[in-house]
């Protein structure tokens, strides 16, 4: 009955005594809060190694679907063992609201690097990033795993090497479905949503590089001045074209084009 009643604040406070009585972390600070879960970095006493506690919001712990959700989340992590995404360390549950510690990684995201501090990327450079995403989204889907959630936050950079946070929303692959009956590729629980997602983060990064010229607004297929291969992989990854088969299918094509870039 007390967990009923006990808003998030005070359950903050539950938290940082856990991790002060029962752990080697030190509390840092409150770095994230989402529509189901609240995060927190924690710093090794010994190493100075910094984590990530992430619970549930104690608002939905008596919501089965949202708490399977989360204790798929600690599980999808504990399968993926991919030097790409934080390792997960450790798990359980606070006044029966369940948490996860995983790795902090200290990159930039795309979104701070693009929006904060005006970093550009060439087409080149785009085409080589997206390159580089692919090959680790096709070792989540070897893994029978999709992210669903690949946006300009959740990848970030750190010495020239790709990370990916944030599995909230990610989900085991079910068969593929018929490309007439996809309504929402966001949500779809196979290789079409992690593509999706891919062709407006490379969007975002050619834009990042571009300057109107005119006042009315146009389509970006217009604005960007692409090369005719570079937009209709595009138009393929967000549907607008046949769809590709698989990351694979996906990646394969992008290395024929950037073969084709270095060429001219």
Known sequence: MFLQYLSEKKYDQLVIDYITSET?????????VGAYGVAYLLEDSTSNNKYVLKRMKTKHRHKKKIRHKFEQEIKILKEINLPNVPALISHGDIRDTPFYIMDYVEGKTFEQAIFREGQTFSVEQSLKITKELLEIIMEFHKKGIVHRDLRIPNILFK?????IIDFGLAAYKKNEVPIEEITNPKRTENHISDLYFIGHFLLFLLYSDYTPSKKKEQGWQEELLLPP????YIERLLLIRSPFSSAEDALQNLSLISKAQAQT
Not at 229 to 232: D, G, L, R, S
Request: proline letters at 0%; aromatic letters at 12%.
């Open 159 to 163: 010495e020239n090497r790709l990370n």
């Open 229 to 232: 291969e570079v937009i209709n």
């Open 24 to 32: 080697n972390y030190d509390f840092i600070e409150e770095i994230g």
